[in-house]
């Protein structure tokens, strides 16, 4: 892709993954290039990326929608994500920096200030990079490549979470806790199950959800 291309890519990627478009939303060719004001060149490379990601379905005269997924492939992907994120942890309790640890804290003490805040947004912005951060330290291409990609596919159904914030802000800070601890003691096998169990506890509330909405 050219870099405009790319830029472009990214920006409708992130609106994606924080759910400000929906699965089953239009992605209109004309109306991107104008909102980016370019030509609908680099608007098409854009939109064919984000299908060879699964992110959207591509429709050759109308551009696209935000992917629709069904209960069985849901139910795949989070199992997908559980386990490789999980060995992500793994990975990177034994192959992070000091500075990559601390740096993970870092994020983790973030965490904290807007849960204690109640700040939704942003601790689902700080989420993010908590969990990117994780499958970089992994220092596996590869692995890595496939988690973040299963994140980014994942995110717009895990927008809306049910129960009240604050409790479910300190949940996830308490799961994160046990992540960070773990892998700045370089304890593999603690990390693995830590965040296996947290984003296992995700899923199967996204899955609650996404069952009666789609049985609607």
């Given at each position: 892709?050219?870099t405009?291309?790319?830029?472009i890519?990214?920006?409708?990627a992130?609106?994606?993954?924080k759910g400000?478009?929906v699965?089953?939303?239009?992605?209109?060719?004309?109306?991107?290039a104008?909102?980016?004001?370019?030509?609908?060149?680099p608007?098409?490379?854009?939109?064919?990326?984000?299908g060879?990601?699964?992110?959207?379905?591509m429709?050759?005269?109308?551009g696209g929608?935000?992917?629709?997924?069904d209960t069985?492939?849901?139910?795949d992907m989070l199992e997908a994500?559980?386990?490789?994120e999980?060995l992500?942890?793994r990975?990177?309790?034994?192959?992070?920096?000091?500075?990559?640890?601390?740096?993970?804290y870092?994020?983790?003490?973030?965490?904290a200030e807007?849960?204690?805040?109640?700040?939704?947004?942003?601790?689902?912005?700080i989420?993010?990079?908590f969990?990117?951060?994780?499958?970089r330290?992994?220092h596996?291409v590869?692995?890595t490549?496939?988690?973040v990609d299963?994140?980014?596919?994942?995110a717009?159904f895990?927008q809306?979470q049910?129960?009240?914030?604050?409790?479910?802000l300190?949940?996830?800070?308490?799961?994160?806790q046990?992540v960070?601890d773990?892998?700045?003691a370089?304890?593999?096998?603690?990390?693995f199950?830590?965040?296996?169990?947290?984003?296992?506890r995700?899923s199967a509330?996204?899955?609650?959800?996404?069952?009666a909405e789609?049985?609607?």
């Amino acid at each position: 892709m050219t870099t405009i291309a790319s830029q472009i890519y990214q920006a409708l990627a992130e609106e994606i993954a924080k759910g400000v478009m929906v699965p089953g939303q239009k992605l209109e060719e004309k109306v991107i290039a104008e909102k980016f004001g370019v030509s609908r060149t680099p608007v098409r490379d854009a939109l064919r990326e984000l299908g060879a990601r699964g992110l959207i379905e591509m429709n050759p005269r109308r551009g696209g929608v935000v992917a629709r997924i069904d209960t069985e492939q849901m139910a795949d992907m989070l199992e997908a994500e559980c386990e490789i994120e999980a060995l992500c942890a793994r990975l990177a309790a034994q192959r992070m920096s000091a500075l990559e640890r601390e740096q993970l804290y870092e994020l983790h003490r973030q965490y904290a200030e807007c849960a204690g805040n109640k700040d939704i947004e942003g601790c689902r912005d700080i989420n993010r990079k908590f969990h990117d951060a994780i499958c970089r330290g992994a220092h596996s291409v590869t692995i890595t490549a496939m988690a973040v990609d299963l994140r980014v596919r994942l995110a717009p159904f895990r927008q809306h979470q049910a129960g009240p914030a604050d409790i479910r802000l300190q949940q996830s800070l308490d799961e994160h806790q046990k992540v960070v601890d773990a892998i700045r003691a370089n304890d593999g096998p603690a990390a693995f199950a830590a965040l296996y169990q947290h984003n296992a506890r995700l899923s199967a509330g996204v899955m609650s959800r996404f069952a009666a909405e789609a049985a609607k």
